[in-house]
Structure formats: C-alpha cells, structure tokens
C-alpha cells in the first residue's frame, strides 16, 4: 500500500463512500449490494480505491453483493501487500 | 459524423497579451547536481514521446449529439431539478455544448502549460529542471495540435473561463519560477488529470478514451516533476515565502472550484444562466469533480509543506480537508 503505515484505510474507504453516495457513514458490515451503489459512482468508489491502496487489480478479488466494506478493505490491503512484496522480490 | 464548416465560437476568440518577469539563465555546470529523480523523468519523457499527427486516427467520427459520448451522470447540471425537466432536444444541447466547453478549457489549458514550461526552461539555473522542462515544452505543444483538432469535431469552441484566466495569469507572470511551477503542475495539471480521469474512466469512445489515456500519462509526468522539483524548495522556505505560496495555493484552489462549475454554457444552451450557476455548485458531478480533483492536490499540497493553518481553513470551507490522509499517487 503506498499511503503510510498509520493511515487507516477502512476509516478512510468508509468516509469516501459517504462523499460518493451523499450519505451518513456507512458501518464497515453492511455489504455493498445495500449501499446503493451504481454503475457511476462505482467507477469513482475504484479510482478512489486506486489511489488508497495502489492499482487495483479487480480480478484477483472476489467480490460480490454481500462483500462488505470491511472485506473489501482487508482484500485491497492485502493485495497492496502482495505488490509490494513482489516488487521487493523483483 | 464530423461537423462540417469553421467552428463557432462563443463570444470572439481573444489574444490574451501578458508581460513576462523573470530571467533567462545559462548554466556553465553541465552536471545533473543530485538531480537524479529529474534525470530520470527526463530520459522517461524522452522514451515516451508520441507524435499526434501519425498515431492518431484523425478520421474518426464523433457522436455529433454526444461527443465524448459520456454518459449523462458526467455532465454537471444531471441530477438537478433543471435537468429533469428538459426535453431530449435540449439535453443534446447541453451534451453538444458541456463537451465542447470541456474540450476547449483544456485547450486553453494546455497553451497556459505550454507558456510556463518555456519559462522553466529559461528560469531553471538546475540542467534537469532545465531538461525537464524542455522536454515538457514539446509534451504541451503536443496537446495543444491534439486537443485542438478534436474540437474541430466538435460543434462551437469557448473562450478561457474566467477563473481559468485569472489563475493562468497569475501562474505565467509571476516573477517567483516556483510559483509558476506550483500553478502549473500542481494546480492546472492537478485540474486536467481530474477532468481526464473521468473522461477515460467514463467515455464509452474509444477515439476519445485512446486520445485522453495517451495525453494522461504525458500529464501524470508533469504532475510528478513539479512535486519532485518543489518539494526540496519548500522545504527552505521562509514565514515571508511560505505565506506568499499559501496565498497562492488557497486562492488557486477557490478558482478551480469555481472554473469546474461550467457557467458559461447556459446561456448559449438557452437555459436561465442564474438558476443554473445556482443549481450546479451542489451537483452530483460537481461534488465528484471536485473530489477527484482535491485528492490528488491535497496530499500533494501536504507532501511541499504547503498545509498551512490558513491553506486548511480553505480546504476546510470546501470540504476537502480529509484528504490530507491520503496517499501521494505514485510518481510517474
């Protein structure tokens, strides 16, 4: 993950999907099929996620309607987390 | 299709006639003196050229009634009262005309950016800012042959708006290099990503998303060199400096947010012009707009020392200030 190490990122994920939707702040366990989400602020919530945890590569997650915040989160840092150690290894 | 005959503009085209301070300077020292980062944006840059006038098909047609073929939720009056109630004859207009505003601000855009890398040239005393620079100048001259063959597709051109004016102005004429730095590369530079990241995350053209990826990573490269030139500035700045780039920065920032709202489009499109600058400034694209813009300038604001109790209360006022926890985006 390229932000800092102090950085929390689901805190941060959390409050950029209530800028998104224009609402309250979402619990880390609601899914994401409950969030209202569409076809264009999904494309924002990804660049977004783009520039939180690195390229996102969206085939290597699994996600899906009851996917939550939090699951997304731990998937994109560890994903972060594998680019990193490949790039060390590289 | 292609739009035939000379394009209409929207209110004469102007030549817009600033004088220059500064100086011009020649370096006898020919060693990269620890600019190692520049030099290796520079061979980068090099590597990276592409010439517009050969790799692109300039044959292509455009969607006359949508241009950019974006969907509507990408134009900033969508999702307004006003919007719901115009019919499909007037949402073309507004289609035609919010596409051609944008292509032609980023026009202007890119002739300001072309200006200020021919001062860093001159005004750079270090030979990979120097370099840097140069090989920016040629990067914008680039744009500015393509975007303006891609309004030519297009159906009326507009004049610069009046924040992007005021904010050129003030970035070109500065007698400080590292404003104009500043001005260039993080504020409009910071601008143009955000309108091209959604250009290319939302257009379903390929012409137009080929054409806007190509230029983005030319723009994510200028982006980085002025973070890479500025930060080690700031750094040593005075009180005295640093409350002249705060000035700048908070005043930079306001114009933008101003300049993304569109207000000259409404009355061309025949749309009450009041209502609509009303309607516009709490859009749903404007408030995505403007995300996409601060979350790129704000970390980098942050990383050049720049966030500043004064430059937080306006991020603050707009809203944005939260972003001071987000990471840099990775250097080009």
Not at chain 1, 53 to 82: C, K, N, P, W
Not at chain 2, 102 to 112: A, D, M, P, V, Y
Not at chain 2, 213 to 221: G, L, N, P, Y
């Amino acid at each position: 993950m390229s932000t800092s190490e102090n950085v929390n990122s689901l805190e941060l994920l959390r409050k950029e999907v209530a800028r998104i939707l224009h609402t309250e702040i979402p619990e880390s366990d609601v899914p994401l099929a409950e969030l209202g989400i569409d076809s264009l602020n999904v494309v924002e919530l990804l660049l977004f996620c783009d520039q939180l945890y690195g390229s996102v590569e969206m085939d290597r997650l699994d996600i899906g309607q009851f996917t939550t915040l939090q699951s997304l989160d731990e998937q994109l840092r560890r994903e972060a987390a594998r680019r990193e150690e490949e790039a060390v290894t590289a | 299709m292609t739009l035939s005959g000379s394009p209409t503009y929207q209110g004469a085209p102007r030549v817009h006639s600033w004088r220059l301070a500064g100086e011009a300077i020649i370096n006898e020292r020919y060693e990269d003196g620890g600019g190692a980062d520049l030099m290796r944006l520079y061979h980068k840059a090099k590597a990276s050229q592409w010439n517009a006038e050969v790799d692109v098909d300039w044959g292509y047609q455009l969607d006359p009634d949508n241009p950019l073929n974006l969907h509507d939720g990408t134009l900033i009056i969508y999702g307004t009262p006003l919007w719901d109630h115009l019919d499909e004859s007037a949402r073309t207009q507004v289609r035609r005309h919010s596409h051609a505003w944008l292509i032609s601000q980023i026009l202007h855009g890119e002739q300001g950016a072309l200006l200020c890398a021919s001062r860093l040239a001159q005004g750079e005393d270090s030979l990979p800012a120097k370099l840097c620079a140069a090989a920016q100048v040629i990067d914008e001259a680039r744009h500015v042959e393509a975007y303006s063959r891609l309004l030519d597709k297009m159906l009326t051109r507009y004049p610069m708006s009046r924040s992007l004016r005021g904010l050129l102005h003030d970035t070109v004429t500065s007698s400080e290099l590292d404003i104009t730095n500043l001005g260039m590369q993080i504020l409009v530079e910071g601008v143009a990503l955000a309108i091209f990241g959604m250009i290319v995350a939302y257009s379903r053209d390929p012409f137009v998303k080929s054409l806007v990826t190509r230029i983005q990573r030319d723009e994510a490269r200028h982006f980085a060199l002025g973070r890479i030139s500025l930060e080690p500035v700031y750094r040593g700045l005075t009180d005295a400096e640093r409350k002249i780039r705060e000035e700048f920065v908070c005043d930079g920032a306001v114009a933008l947010f101003e300049h993304l709202c569109a207000d000259d489009i409404w009355e061309p499109v025949g749309l009450p012009a009041k209502e609509c600058k009303e309607a516009v400034r709490e859009s749903p694209l404007a408030r995505a707009l403007r995300r996409n813009l601060f979350r790129r300038l704000v970390p980098s604001i942050r990383d050049m020392t720049l966030l500043t109790p004064k430059v937080r209360t306006t991020f603050e006022q707009l809203g944005v200030l939260d972003y001071e926890h987000l990471p840099n985006q990775a250097v080009a």
